[in-house]
C-alpha cells in the first residue's frame, strides 16, 4: 500500500534524509554540505512509502515563490510512478496554498518528466553540485494533472495560452 506523510521543518525528516543520500549522495555523488542544507528547516517534506518502506521524498518552500526540489526515488522503486506522484503532491500543495507558479532548479536529464506537469524551463542551464541544471517554471494555468500528457510539447495549446507574455 503506497501512503505519505508530510512533515513541516527538519526535525522527523530522517526517511527523507535517508533516501536524499542513497539518491543524491551515493547515486550522483551530490556532497552531504550541498545536499543538506538549511532550507530544510523551513521547507515541507513529504515522504512517500511503498507498504511502510521510506521510497520517495521531494520538499516545498517559499523563499521570494514557491519552489519544489530535492524530488527523489529509490532506485529499486522506480518505474512505479512515486516521483509522479511526489511532485502531484508538492504542486497540489503549494496551489492550494496560493502559489500563483512554482519552480524547480530540474536536472537537465528530468526536464521532459517536469514538462509533463507544465512546466516550462526559463533562464540559462547552470551547474549545481556539479550537474547541470535549468530553472523551470508552472503557473497555476499551465498546470497538468489530469492523465498522462504524452503531448506535451512546446507547441502544446495549452502550454502556449498560460505563458502569453
Not at 507544465?118 to 494533472?145: C, N, S, W
Request: net charge negative; proline share 4%.
Amino acid at each position: 500500500m503506497i501512503t505519505s506523510k508530510w512533515i513541516m521543518g527538519a526535525k522527523g525528516i530522517e526517511d527523507a534524509h535517508a533516501i536524499r543520500r542513497e539518491v543524491f549522495i551515493n547515486e550522483q555523488r551530490v556532497s552531504p554540505e550541498e545536499e543538506f542544507d538549511d532550507l530544510d528547516d523551513r521547507a515541507f517534506h513529504l515522504i512517500i512509502y511503498d507498504d511502510g518502506i521510506p521510497a520517495a521524498t521531494g520538499r516545498l518552500f517559499f523563499q521570494d515563490s514557491y519552489h519544489i526540489g530535492r524530488i527523489a526515488v529509490l532506485k529499486h522503486k522506480r518505474g512505479l510512478h512515486l516521483g509522479d506522484l511526489t511532485v502531484r503532491m508538492l504542486l497540489v500543495k503549494a496551489f492550494n496554498d496560493g502559489a500563483p507558479f512554482v519552480t524547480i532548479g530540474a536536472q537537465m536529464h528530468a526536464v521532459p518528466f517536469y514538462e509533463r506537469f507544465g512546466f516550462v524551463p526559463y533562464g540559462d542551464q547552470y551547474m549545481e553540485a556539479g550537474i547541470l541544471h535549468v530553472a523551470m517554471k508552472v503557473t497555476r494555468e499551465g498546470l497538468i494533472l489530469e492523465g498522462d500528457c504524452k503531448k506535451c510539447k512546446k507547441d502544446c495549446p495549452k502550454r502556449r495560452e498560460a505563458y502569453q507574455e
